[in-house]
């Protein structure tokens, strides 16, 4: 395993850490992870988000998402102080675009071309398959929609990707 450094990482955090004021990620475990999903819905309480600060010690860190659907402070932090992040991506599973209806302050958010919304009507686990096969997950989708939004191709008000609704790869058409 030493040899094998962990790159991607879909976890709760309560799965790795007793506590979130535990978490450390100075682990060499955690080096060169560059894609980490986080499954729990970020505390929208400033003393809460204080261990979520602790992402920006992560050196390679240039994909973060977090499966919530409404508007956290800590994701300003998160762009200003992880100097390698390319995407931070809210997965939302309600309604594409709905972040600036929920929250005025996160109009300032928006205009971050790496701060995107994905909205999709399938699992998780069902874009990770898709991704494994055919190379097109989520993260390459952001990424993508990212580079467009920073070349002016996309308005940077427009900050929500659709995920397509796709059929996992049947064994036949893997």
């Known amino acids: 395993m030493e040899g094998m450094p962990l790159r991607r990482l879909y976890c709760h955090f309560r799965s790795l850490f007793a506590t979130r004021d535990s978490l450390d990620f100075t682990y060499p475990f955690f080096m060169g992870l560059t894609h980490l999903e986080i499954f729990e819905v970020v505390s929208r309480d400033d003393q809460s988000l204080e261990p979520y600060k602790k992402l920006a010690l992560l050196p390679n860190l240039t994909h973060l998402a977090f499966g919530d659907d409404g508007f956290s402070p800590i994701w300003f932090l998160l762009l200003q102080e992880c100097a390698a992040l ?37 699992s998780c686990i ?35 990707v659709d995920r ?3 059929t996992p790869p049947t064994e036949e058409g893997a």
């Open 86 to 122: 390319r995407v931070l991506v809210v997965l939302d599973f309600i309604i594409s675009g709905a972040l600036l209806r929920v929250d005025s302050h996160a109009e300032d958010l928006v205009q971050d071309p790496r701060f995107l919304e994905v909205h999709s009507s399938m």
């Open 126 to 160: 069902a874009d990770w398959i898709i991704g494994a096969h055919a190379g097109m997950d989520y993260w390459s989708r952001a990424e993508e929609f990212a580079a467009k939004r920073r070349s002016g191709e996309v308005d940077l008000r427009q900050y929500w």
């Open 164 to 166: 397509p609704v796709h």
